[in-house]
């Protein structure tokens, strides 16, 4: 599926076929978070990274 035919709402609303129940008056609020996940994935997804770059086993500032 390509990101801009990802829907939100029915992806919140295809979360109830695996018991994940959201009452009526959370989806507009689930929807909204999720659409704030998205746009940070985005973002953070579209950062290249060089071939060179090796996993980190720890952290080192």
Do not use: C, T
Not at 2 to 28: A, P, Q, S, T, W
């Amino acid at each position: 599926m390509r990101r801009e035919e990802f829907d939100v709402g029915e992806y919140v609303d295809l979360m109830g076929l695996l018991d994940l129940k959201i009452e009526d008056e959370y989806r507009d609020g689930v929807v909204a978070n999720f659409e704030r996940i998205r746009a940070i994935a985005n973002l953070v997804n579209s950062f290249a990274l060089p071939e060179e770059i090796e996993v980190a086993p720890v952290f080192e500032p």
